[in-house]
């Protein structure tokens, strides 16, 4: 049998014997593979002290050549028999010494974590084989609306290269019902704004285990037949990803140009205010521009010749700053539509104002139907739901004022409590008369918070140590 080794970097706070069982699992179902694991304790429990950032890791880089030597491990060369994982800040750690050690390791294991999401670091350019492992119900930074984002690029590459590639070098899991301390029995590491797992720890560890030795015996020179059973299982849980994972892409593409997006063309729709049996009048189209240039978009109209009204609306999707960002959803999505005054006035009919609101209402109702039948159940059976408040006004109608403003999202222990900033303009206004802008909740943040955090007992136990949520986990 060919001998490997997996190095296995603990989370931030864990102490190892609780990673043992997770490897004893893992061992035991790599067949084929006559698999060493060595899990070195990090001083004072974290291994940033010894990694700071992929040019600063040398120390962790020696500390592991050491546990490699005192473990009998007699390797030819780690580029082909020694992998390395991590879990949580582990994970942070182990693409640190990977990416700056120039690669040469076999592969890569992030549980619970991830590498960049951009660059040579990134899954998409990751430059040997990297699993990404996470629970469904892991309430951190690798939740499964962080985790879609390299879904994505995982999908991009078998697009490219095929999808049994993409499963042997790039495997991105969602493990159903599993949470970021699963990885580490009987250790609850993010004391803070975990989520509650929904398995067993038997369960669990075999989830884990599954994905891992598949990955592991696809990655070594295992007999033809193990690999084709590791293949189809990674199919298998690719499966169960998919169902996690597919809402949030679709979600996504809801903000951005393309056949489902942007979501400000349907917003137009929303407030323009028009009767059902007039709502074929008006066409909308959109432009999409960075936020940066948000400002400088502006709507327009033109009747066409059939009679009906074509507005252009802009659209930008405004992004969380990036010490916010835990996921993959917009802040929120902001429009310049028209007014329904002006629609009124061009098609000589009525047409009722329609607040911002009504279309954040929308936004949940999409997510909804988005989201994988057991996790909208569980949402409804125990999560924090939304409470849509009127829109809020702009300070004397000015536009820049809006641009600078945000949607307010407001957790409570009963709800969120979203209230778009809104502005109307009317037809006598003297500056960019007849429009409505809007700051709209996203359908992929509702879809965000009824998966992760509406799931929450609100408010947080924000006891603990703050370096557990380094990772930021
Ligand atoms: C991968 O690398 C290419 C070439 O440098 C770059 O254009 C692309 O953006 C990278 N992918 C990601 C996901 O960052």
């Given at each position: 049998?060919?001998?490997?080794?997996?190095?296995?970097?603990?989370?931030?706070?864990?102490?190892?014997?609780?990673?043992?069982p997770t490897m004893h699992a893992v061992q035991k179902a790599?067949?084929?593979?006559?698999?060493?694991?060595?899990?070195?304790?990090?001083?004072?429990?974290?291994?940033?002290?010894?990694?700071?950032?992929?040019?600063?890791?040398?120390?962790?880089?020696?500390?592991?050549?050491?546990?490699?030597?005192?473990?009998?491990?007699?390797?030819?060369?780690?580029?082909?028999?020694?992998?390395?994982?991590?879990?949580?800040?582990?994970?942070?750690?182990?693409?640190?010494?990977?990416?700056?050690?120039?690669?040469?390791?076999?592969?890569?294991?992030?549980?619970?974590?991830?590498?960049?999401?951009?660059?040579?670091?990134?899954?998409?350019?990751?430059?040997?084989?990297?699993?990404?492992?996470?629970?469904?119900l892991d309430g951190g930074a690798a939740r499964p609306g962080?985790?879609?984002?390299?879904?994505?690029?995982?999908?991009?590459?078998?697009?490219?290269?095929?999808?049994?590639?993409?499963?042997?070098?790039?495997?991105?899991?969602?493990?159903?019902?599993?949470?970021?301390?699963?990885?580490?029995?009987?250790?609850?590491?993010?004391?803070?704004?975990?989520?509650?797992?929904?398995?067993?720890?038997?369960?669990?560890?075999?989830?884990?285990?599954?994905?891992?030795?598949?990955?592991?015996?696809?990655?070594?020179?295992?007999?033809?037949?193990?690999?084709?059973?590791?293949?189809?299982?990674?199919?298998?849980?690719?499966?169960?990803?998919?169902?996690?994972?597919?809402?949030?892409?679709?979600?996504?593409?809801?903000?951005?140009?393309?056949?489902?997006?942007?979501?400000?063309?349907?917003?137009?729709?929303?407030?323009?205010?028009?009767?059902?049996?007039?709502?074929?009048?008006?066409?909308?189209?959109?432009?999409?521009?960075?936020?940066?240039?948000?400002?400088?978009?502006?709507?327009?109209?033109?009747?066409?010749?059939?009679?009906?009204?074509?507005?252009?609306?802009?659209?930008?999707?405004?992004?969380?700053?990036?010490?916010?960002?835990?996921?993959?959803?917009?802040?929120?999505?902001?429009?310049?539509?028209?007014?329904?005054?002006?629609?009124?006035?061009?098609?000589?009919?009525?047409?009722?104002?329609?607040?911002?609101?009504?279309?954040?209402?929308?936004?949940?109702?999409?997510?909804?139907?988005?989201?994988?039948?057991?996790?909208?159940?569980?949402?409804?059976?125990?999560?924090?739901?939304?409470?849509?408040?009127?829109?809020?006004?702009?300070?004397?109608?000015?536009?820049?004022?809006?641009?600078?403003?945000?949607?307010?999202?407001?957790?409570?222990?009963?709800?969120?409590?979203?209230?778009?900033?809104?502005?109307?303009?009317?037809?006598?206004?003297?500056?960019?008369?007849?429009?409505?802008?809007?700051?709209?909740?996203?359908?992929?943040?509702?879809?965000?918070?009824?998966?992760?955090?509406?799931?929450?007992?609100?408010?947080?136990?924000?006891?603990?140590?703050?370096?557990?949520?380094?990772?930021?986990?």
């Amino acid at each position: 049998m060919p001998e490997r080794l997996l190095v296995f970097l603990p989370g931030a706070l864990v102490p190892t014997e609780h990673y043992r069982p997770t490897m004893h699992a893992v061992q035991k179902a790599t067949t084929g593979v006559r698999l060493t694991v060595v899990i070195p304790a990090m001083t004072d429990k974290l291994c940033t002290h010894q990694c700071l950032s992929k040019s600063r890791c040398g120390q962790l880089r020696r500390t592991v050549d050491k546990v490699i030597k005192q473990s009998g491990f007699r390797g030819v060369n780690p580029k082909d028999d020694t992998f390395i994982a991590g879990h949580s800040l582990g994970s942070v750690c182990a693409n640190y010494m990977v990416s700056g050690h120039g690669y040469e390791f076999a592969g890569l294991m992030a549980y619970g974590g991830y590498v960049d999401e951009t660059g040579e670091s990134s899954v998409a350019n990751y430059s040997i084989p990297v699993l990404t492992m996470g629970g469904e119900l892991d309430g951190g930074a690798a939740r499964p609306g962080r985790l879609s984002l390299y879904y994505s690029q995982f999908k991009s590459y078998g697009a490219a290269h095929g999808d049994a590639t993409a499963l042997v070098r790039k495997p991105v899991h969602v493990l159903p019902g599993l949470d970021h301390s699963d990885f580490c029995p009987g250790f609850f590491v993010t004391a803070i704004k975990d989520l509650k797992s929904e398995q067993s720890q038997e369960e669990a560890l075999e989830a884990i285990a599954r994905g891992s030795s598949a990955f592991l015996q696809l990655n070594s020179p295992t007999a033809a037949e193990t690999k084709e059973r590791a293949l189809s299982t990674m199919y298998e849980m690719q499966t169960l990803t998919a169902e996690l994972l597919e809402p949030y892409l679709a979600a996504f593409a809801l903000e951005q140009h393309g056949a489902a997006g942007p979501w400000c063309e349907t917003a137009q729709q929303v407030v323009a205010g028009l009767r059902p049996e007039d709502a074929g009048k008006l066409v909308v189209r959109s432009e999409l521009l960075a936020m940066s240039s948000f400002w400088h978009g502006h709507t327009e109209y033109a009747k066409l010749a059939d009679g009906r009204l074509e507005a252009t609306v802009i659209s930008a999707v405004e992004p969380f700053t990036e010490s916010h960002k835990r996921h993959g959803a917009a802040k929120s999505i902001d429009c310049k539509m028209l007014a329904a005054d002006r629609i009124a006035e061009q098609l000589s009919l009525n047409t009722q104002a329609v607040q911002c609101r009504e279309v954040n209402k929308l936004a949940v109702d999409v997510a909804r139907k988005l989201m994988p039948r057991h996790a909208l159940e569980r949402f409804d059976t125990k999560g924090r739901g939304f409470c849509h408040e009127h829109d809020i006004g702009v300070l004397g109608d000015i536009g820049p004022l809006f641009v600078a403003g945000s949607l307010k999202a407001k957790e409570t222990s009963e709800c969120l409590e979203v209230a778009s900033l809104g502005l109307t303009t009317s037809l006598k206004s003297w500056i960019y008369p007849g429009n409505h802008y809007c700051k709209l909740l996203s359908p992929a943040m509702a879809l965000e918070w009824m998966m992760t955090d509406g799931l929450k007992p609100f408010p947080y136990d924000l006891q603990g140590d703050d370096a557990v949520d380094t990772m930021a986990v």
